[in-house]
């Protein structure tokens, strides 16, 4: 069943990790089908690493699919891949939590609306990734308990006035400039 807005907590280490996922479902795989539908309705080709495939015509679950709908495109002069590596630390905690829900593999699509064309990034998070993806966000954790806030070269006019750690909010981040006066 389909769920929207989903908030999680879940707990890594001794920090309880909490977000809202856009939109959180069980991925059927379809064996024996030469397409799979994207979560904005299009349709891939079988050749498509991401796509569904198979030959036993059987529908059996494979995992959970999680989108994230982004509101804009993914940047002038960079591909999709390259503005999901924006986002990689969320996708990950996004696979660990939904594969704590729901116990198996994980796909993560970035859905990019803005434009006239919808664009999508997809990750897959296999059973076997999902110790490694606890780890990365540990290390994060633990990078920030340390106080390592490195200074960062300039503020994404897209993301930070929404994070809560940024300008509208606890300002943990301090821009490069700053970090030289300091």
């Known amino acids: 069943q389909l769920q929207r807005e989903l908030s999680f907590s879940t707990l890594i280490g001794q920090t309880i990790l909490q977000g809202q996922i856009d939109a959180l479902c069980p991925m059927p ?14 349709t891939a080709a079988s ?14 679950m494979a995992g959970t699919l999680v989108v994230d709908y982004k509101t804009g495109q993914p940047g002038e002069g960079r591909t999709p891949e390259e503005a999901a590596q924006t986002y990689r630390l969320q996708m990950a905690s996004y ?7 729901r116990p198996g593999p994980v796909r993560v699509v970035l859905a990019y609306l803005g ?18 993806l606890e780890n990365e966000i540990q290390s994060v954790i633990d990078s920030m308990a340390d106080g390592d806030f490195p200074p960062i070269a300039e503020f994404d006019l897209h993301q930070c006035p929404w994070c809560t750690g940024g300008l509208n909010g606890a300002r943990l981040c301090i821009h490069a400039d700053q970090a030289a006066s300091v």
């Not at 795989?29 to 299009?42: K, N, R």
């Not at 050749?47 to 059996?60: C, H, M, Q, Y």
């Not at 696979?95 to 829900?101: F, N, T, V």
């Open 29 to 42: 795989a379809i064996h024996g089908a030469a397409t799979g539908e994207t979560a904005t309705g299009e």
């Open 47 to 60: 050749g498509d690493n991401n796509a569904a495939s198979g030959s036993s015509g059987a529908t059996e």
């Open 115 to 132: 434009g006239d064309d919808p664009v999508e990034v997809r990750q897959e998070f296999s059973v076997a990734d999902i110790p490694a």
């Open 95 to 101: 696979a660990l939590a939904a594969s704590r829900l």
